[in-house]
């Protein structure tokens, strides 16, 4: 037994010091990381870190009709509203605690927390610079969740559009800085806007097996180029048990009638406009991940 434990050691000690960049500064700085490791550690809880929402996320939920997508993004939603709104958070800039809100922007009609209707991507702006003062006034620390359901469709409106502008998207790369998060469901990630593409962080795949919700997480780099999705590996898969307050939480038909809406009042861009908003990008495999399946496949092609 214990030669066993010796070898475990003798060859997994260099192993993990040359395949692990963090394993090898924690040997070289062995003092700091023990006393760093312990002070952060205390004030983790002292400044009640595991209330704190961390903020910045641009994520798109992709699926067919009746896969789940929606019920996903905003069971996602629910549940972060549920689990950090009211929270006192520590404000480092003030050196005291502060009340955590979440404020949600949403053109999904949400039955279980309160929203503001998302009208347009200015809105998102606005309200970004609009909390930075409210939150200095009255100690408070606004995080923002936009919800955009239909993505895809939703930006071929010219209301939409025409605010995808440089505002917008330095507040997007700069969300985390706004305390705000963002989640948009498509059909299909190539589908979204270009310039929304490509500051995107994950693309998760939906998939509802009756009451079973399996998530596929995906880099959204290598789903832009990837030629066919089912070439990649997800880097993380989880999911939920969807229960009926899941179902109820939201009213789906009220996307469809705003769809509706702009297309009676003529307000929906026209084909080449969209062609060319979604600006699609040439493949190049070799900058993906592939799997085991489509390397064997690839190899007896050459």
Same mark, same amino acid.
């Given at each position: 037994?214990?030669?066993?434990?010796?070898?475990?050691?003798?060859?997994?000690?260099?192993?993990?010091?040359?395949?692990?960049?963090?394993?090898?500064?924690?040997?070289?700085?062995?003092?700091?990381?023990?006393?760093?490791?312990?002070?952060?550690?205390?004030?983790?809880?002292?400044?009640?870190?595991?209330?704190?929402?961390?903020?910045?996320?641009?994520?798109?939920?992709?699926?067919?009709?009746?896969?789940?997508?929606?019920?996903?993004?905003?069971?996602?939603?629910?549940?972060?509203?549920?689990?950090?709104?009211?929270?006192?958070?520590?404000?480092?800039?003030?050196?005291?605690?502060?009340?955590?809100?979440?404020?949600?922007?949403?053109?999904?009609?949400?039955?279980?927390?309160?929203?503001?209707?998302?009208? =347009?991507?200015?809105?998102?702006?606005?309200?970004?610079?609009? *909390?930075?003062?409210? %939150? !200095?006034? $009255?100690?408070?620390? /606004?995080?923002?969740?936009?919800?955009?359901?239909?993505? =895809?469709?939703?930006?071929?409106?010219?209301?939409?559009?025409? *605010?995808?502008?440089? %505002? !917008?998207? $330095?507040?997007?790369? /700069?969300?985390?800085?706004?305390?705000?998060?963002?989640?948009?469901?498509?059909?299909?990630?190539?589908?979204?806007?270009?310039?929304?593409?490509?500051?995107?962080?994950?693309?998760?795949?939906?998939?509802?097996?009756?009451?079973?919700?399996?998530?596929?997480?995906?880099?959204?780099?290598?789903?832009?180029?990837?030629?066919?999705?089912?070439?990649?590996?997800?880097?993380?898969?989880?999911?939920?048990?969807?229960?009926?307050?899941?179902?109820?939480?939201?009213?789906?038909?009220?996307?469809?009638?705003?769809?509706?809406?702009?297309?009676?009042?003529?307000?929906?861009?026209?084909?080449?406009?969209?062609?060319?908003?979604?600006?699609?990008?040439?493949?190049?495999?070799?900058?993906?991940?592939?799997?085991?399946?489509?390397?064997?496949?690839?190899?007896?092609?050459?």
């Amino acid at each position: 037994m214990n030669i066993l434990l010796f070898l475990a050691v003798a060859i997994g000690f260099p192993y993990l010091l040359f395949v692990s960049v963090t394993f090898r500064l924690a040997v070289i700085h062995p003092f700091a990381t023990l006393y760093y490791g312990i002070a952060d550690t205390i004030q983790y809880f002292k400044h009640h870190k595991y209330d704190e929402y961390n903020a910045g996320l641009l994520n798109c939920y992709q699926a067919h009709f009746g896969r789940g997508k929606t019920l996903s993004v905003t069971h996602y939603v629910c549940s972060i509203f549920k689990r950090y709104n009211n929270r006192k958070v520590w404000d480092r800039g003030k050196k005291k605690f502060v009340t955590q809100k979440i404020h949600i922007i949403s053109n999904v009609h949400l039955n279980r927390v309160p929203y503001e209707p998302l009208e =347009s991507l200015s809105q998102i702006v606005c309200c970004a610079w609009k *909390n930075k003062k409210n %939150d !200095f006034e $009255n100690d408070t620390r /606004t995080v923002v969740l936009v919800l955009l359901d239909e993505a =895809s469709s939703q930006l071929n409106s010219r209301s939409f559009k025409t *605010n995808i502008d440089a %505002d !917008f998207l $330095n507040t997007m790369e /700069t969300s985390r800085h706004f305390h705000m998060s963002i989640v948009y469901t498509s059909q299909k990630f190539k589908l979204v806007d270009a310039l929304l593409r490509s500051v995107s962080q994950t693309c998760i795949s939906c998939n509802k097996v009756w009451r079973f919700m399996v998530l596929n997480y995906y880099d959204a780099d290598e789903m832009e180029y990837a030629p066919n999705p089912t070439i990649l590996q997800p880097y993380r898969r989880t999911g939920f048990f969807i229960k009926n307050k899941d179902y109820d939480a939201y009213d789906t038909l009220a996307t469809v009638e705003q769809l509706k809406k702009a297309v009676d009042a003529g307000d929906m861009m026209t084909e080449e406009e969209i062609l060319t908003m979604r600006g699609q990008m040439n493949p190049d495999v070799d900058s993906v991940t592939t799997n085991r399946r489509y390397r064997r496949r690839h190899k007896k092609m050459r």
